[in-house]
């Protein structure tokens, strides 16, 4: 057993992350780091020995043991294994970029610093990007799927062209063309 899944709520957005955790960590006390905030906070790792008691006897409430290790001397950023991202990749108008996708509700388009209209506001050079291009929603099952925000060159998702108002889901390593920029869709 390399590592651990590990449910921490940030007490500052109330957003539910799952970390992926090393075996150096487990039984330590370490600061998390809120991917979404930036928020740190004290969180005990729990033990292997934690974790079998937890096994057997899962009713009841474990305390945990006080170790010399509980004082955490380091801050850890560990990654969200739960993550949906838009990866762009880049082309000679437009360079790598990545976004993180955690909102409910965000529409991709063109960066302007006059005014974005865009919550992913993609830099590029790309004139058939429209500022305001198209819409990502978070679905019930955790998944992602995306439309048409009315644009004038469409949104093709795998070479397939979206109709005007249709919604299809994402899967992973789907590839979005917005323009003639290139995003893949990546999730862990």
């Given at each position: 057993?390399?590592?651990?899944k590990?449910?921490?709520?940030?007490?500052?957005?109330?957003?539910q992350?799952i970390?992926?955790?090393?075996?150096?960590y487990?039984?330590?006390?370490?600061?998390?780091?809120c991917?979404t905030?930036?928020?740190?906070?004290?969180?005990r790792?729990?033990?292997?020995?934690d974790?079998?008691?937890?096994?057997?006897?899962?009713?009841?409430?474990?305390?945990q043991?006080?170790?010399?290790?509980?004082n955490p001397?380091?801050?850890?950023?560990?990654?969200?294994?739960?993550s949906?991202?838009?990866?762009?990749?880049p082309?000679?108008k437009?360079?790598?970029?990545?976004?993180?996708?955690?909102?409910?509700?965000?529409?991709?388009?063109?960066?302007?610093?006059q005014?974005?209209?865009?919550?992913?506001?993609?830099?590029t050079?790309?004139?058939?990007?429209?500022?305001?291009?198209?819409?990502?929603?978070s679905?019930?099952?955790g998944?992602?799927t995306?439309?048409?925000?009315?644009?004038?060159?469409?949104?093709?998702?795998?070479?397939?062209?979206?109709a005007?108002?249709?919604?299809?889901?994402?899967?992973?390593?789907?590839?979005?063309?917005i323009?003639?920029?290139?995003?893949?869709y990546?999730?862990?």
């Amino acid at each position: 057993m390399d590592k651990i899944k590990v449910k921490h709520t940030c007490s500052s957005c109330g957003k539910q992350q799952i970390y992926s955790v090393g075996q150096e960590y487990m039984g330590k006390a370490v600061n998390l780091v809120c991917n979404t905030c930036n928020t740190k906070a004290q969180h005990r790792i729990p033990s292997l020995e934690d974790l079998k008691k937890r096994q057997t006897a899962p009713a009841q409430n474990l305390k945990q043991s006080q170790t010399d290790d509980d004082n955490p001397k380091t801050q850890v950023r560990f990654t969200n294994t739960a993550s949906h991202f838009l990866e762009v990749l880049p082309n000679e108008k437009t360079p790598n970029q990545r976004f993180e996708l955690d909102q409910k509700y965000l529409t991709i388009g063109r960066f302007s610093s006059q005014s974005n209209l865009s919550d992913i506001g993609i830099k590029t050079a790309d004139e058939f990007m429209s500022r305001k291009h198209a819409i990502l929603r978070s679905q019930p099952n955790g998944k992602f799927t995306i439309s048409d925000a009315g644009s004038l060159n469409k949104v093709f998702v795998n070479d397939n062209e979206l109709a005007p108002g249709e919604e299809v889901y994402l899967q992973k390593d789907d590839l979005v063309r917005i323009g003639r920029t290139v995003l893949r869709y990546v999730t862990n």
